[in-house]
């Protein structure tokens, strides 16, 4: 079941250079209970997608079409008021670095209880009993004691572990994690990836989970997005996407990573660059680093189309017929 | 084995950080707590550690950036410890460093030629037609055009921005560059392009490597020999090979679980470590890890373990490995 569809969304951002189109017209759906993994390299619009489903952009952003429906509303309709009781309550959202996104000046405890009173989530016991719970959940050590600590007292992974105890408080269906381990350790990163897969088990919460790492991936989620210059390239099952890439940019990203057993050989490479958010492109996005670029591609953009049930991939290779 | 061109022993380094009102506490922080190890000529080492594990630290103090608090740095026969300001100054020249994040290594204010000729002026006498001429063959070496010369560090992507860093570090000829995470800044498309052109040019001039990094998989690429290190310590030293193939140490074995894979039927043992590293300024006592290890026992909490051999070219300090020595 679909709890959140984005559809054909596209977003602008005014700068002094002219208009920067960051998304380009994306769609995709997160299933209830499900993690999905929007990937891309930096500026591809992943994290702008996040926020554009929060209404959290810029002043200088302006989403010029398409819809997001939660739950059958399109939260793009929604007045102000009306987005702010879903924000928190129904659709959380975590950051890269939960540093900024602490309230340095009060404790974990107070910001949790503050939360708790908002949105009045029904639970059992004293808001107090409450928070605590919360963070036994999330796994932080003491409970009791780190009700009475502030932000800066903890480390950066007990600091992220806070972040999302503070961002269940509201009983959220949705959370929308923007790298949330991209600023930690490794083995600490481990240990939030597993969080976030208990969560989604046991409260059957849905996470969009926004990386730019493809193992992560591999390993925390069901679904992929692949986004490239603000439109999506591939999308569906992780199992399908890893074991068999349709893209050329998909196959590109995973090829270019280091892997054990590969170790002194060059890698492969994609060749130029991203384009600019100023160009408006005609054609696959993709078509000036591809090594398969047929005369079509520069002209007019490739539609998704099924690879199978669980796969699709805008490129017209896939509407080639195939030789063997 | 010919002679190491670089061998490190019991390098420590203790900060000092001043504490309580108008810092008249002095909090000592052991960054560098004996470490070995030597590279040799042409050969790449990867250190690998999350923060606050000292490899940045290691670095400085190779570099004599930092002065180290005990121990001894042997460079090409020279004690690097020993020597003066001037005469380590002109060792700088075959000793160079790139730092993860270019736009903060390079000066915003110079463009491309000043950029890579700096060190041409300050150590050789160089005409100006002479350095122009030396700045266009080591851009081309990075693979840039000679238009770089007129670009400022803010009209570069980050990758052209290292390759910058690159040129400039390759200017004078060094034997030796100290690489501490030049890629982690970079998307993975990027961070590809650099690992080539960081191999290209180690087969080329017979570059002497000290890669640092807390990437697992990018470090076993471009290593021949991988050294771990977890609060100041190195406990596992071996082959890159060895290191994915047969980890010993309860620490690298996580390090490994830890690390993601871009394979979603790569069914693995996740080992998840409880807890965070430990503070430098109180570290626990023993072994420095006893606080996270999954395997951990009584003798571990009070002693130190001995770097072990456990196999050929396989170093291991647990004492697990003691045991059953």
């Known amino acids: 079941m679909t709890i959140l569809a984005i559809e054909n969304l596209h977003v602008e951002f005014s700068t002094p250079f002219g208009a920067v189109y960051a998304i380009r017209g994306i769609d995709f759906t997160l299933a209830k209970g499900d993690i999905l993994g929007l990937v891309g390299e930096t500026g591809c619009g992943k994290s702008v997608t996040g926020r554009s489903i929060m209404r959290l952009l810029d002043d200088n952003a302006r989403i010029t079409g398409g819809r997001i429906v939660f739950e059958d509303v399109d939260l793009l309709r929604l007045t102000d008021a009306d987005m702010h009781d879903i924000r928190g309550n129904r659709i959380a959202m975590i950051f890269q670095d939960p540093a900024t996104a602490l309230n340095p000046l009060f404790t974990i405890g107070e910001q949790i209880m503050d939360v708790l009173r908002a949105h009045q989530s029904n639970g059992h016991g004293g808001l107090k009993v409450r ?8 796994g932080l050590p003491d409970p009791a004691q780190m009700m009475n600590v502030y932000p800066h007292q903890l480390s950066g992974g007990q600091q992220q572990r806070a972040m999302i105890a503070l961002s269940l408080a509201a009983d959220p269906d949705v959370i929308i994690a923007d790298e949330p381990t991209t600023a930690l350790d490794v083995t600490i990163q481990a ?44 999308k569906g099952a992780v199992e399908a996407i890893f074991a068999s890439p349709q893209h050329p940019y998909t196959r590109g990203l995973l090829a270019a990573l280091p892997r054990p057993g590969s170790r002194g050989s060059d890698l492969q490479v994609i060749a130029g660059t991203v384009p600019s958010g100023l160009e408006r492109i005609a054609g696959c996005a993709f078509a000036p680093r591809c090594d398969y670029v047929m005369d079509i591609c520069r002209r007019q953009q490739p539609a998704l189309s099924f690879i199978n049930s669980a796969h699709v991939s805008a490129c017209y290779l896939h509407e080639m017929p195939k030789d063997d | 084995m010919t002679e190491p061109l670089l061998s490190v022993h019991d390098l420590s380094m203790v900060y000092l950080r001043r504490a309580g009102l108008f810092g008249r506490r002095a909090q000592p922080i052991r960054a560098l707590n004996g470490v070995n190890f030597t590279v040799g000529a042409g050969e790449t ?28 740095i042997q460079f090409d026969g020279e004690d690097l410890l020993a020597l003066k300001n001037e ?22 204010r110079l463009n491309g030629f000043e950029l890579v000729a700096e060190p041409l002026r300050t150590h050789t006498m160089m005409s100006r037609k002479e350095m122009v001429d030396r700045v266009v063959t080591l851009l081309a070496e990075v693979g840039l055009s000679a238009e770089f010369m007129s670009r400022h ?42 690992i080539n052109l960081l191999l290209g040019l180690q087969r080329q001039r017979g570059l002497t490597y000290l890669f640092i990094t807390h990437d697992l998989s990018v ?21 890159s090979e060895a290191i994915f193939a047969n980890p010993q140490h309860p620490y690298t074995q996580a390090l490994l679980s830890s690390t993601p894979v871009p394979d979603p039927a790569a069914k693995r043992q996740r080992i998840i470590l409880p807890g965070s590293v430990p503070s430098a300024t109180n570290p626990p006592a023993g072994c420095a890890f006893h606080t996270r290890c999954p395997q951990v026992m009584d003798i571990c909490r009070m002693r130190y373990p001995a770097s072990r051999l456990v196999a050929r070219n396989h170093r291991v300090s647990c004492h697990l490995y003691e045991e059953s020595a």
Do not use: W
Request: some cysteine; aromatic content about 2%.
């Open chain 1, 131 to 138: 928070a605590m719970r919360l963070l036994a959940d999330v």
């Open chain 1, 191 to 234: 240990q939030i990836l597993d969080l976030l897969r208990k969560l989604q088990r046991e409260r059957a919460i849905s996470v969009l989970l926004i990386t730019h790492d493809l193992g992560i991936v591999a390993e925390t989620c069901q679904q992929v997005v692949v986004l490239y210059a603000g439109r999506v390239v591939e």
């Open chain 2, 45 to 72: 080492l990867g250190i690998v550690g999350e923060s606050g594990c000292g490899k940045s630290t290691l670095a400085r103090c190779l570099l004599r950036l930092l002065r180290p608090s005990g121990g001894g």
């Open chain 2, 87 to 108: 005469d380590m100054r002109m060792m700088r020249q075959r000793m160079q460093m790139v730092l993860q994040n270019p736009f903060s290594s390079l000066n915003p």
């Open chain 2, 153 to 194: 560090p803010h009209q570069l992507s980050g990758g052209q921005a290292q390759r910058i860093a690159l040129a400039r570090a390759l200017a004078l000829n060094p034997d030796f560059i100290v690489l501490d995470e030049p890629t982690s800044a970079l998307d993975v498309s990027v961070q590809a392009q650099i």
């Open chain 2, 219 to 239: 470090v076993q690429h471009i290593s021949d020999r991988i050294a771990v290190m977890y609060l100041g310590k190195i406990v596992e030293e071996t082959s």
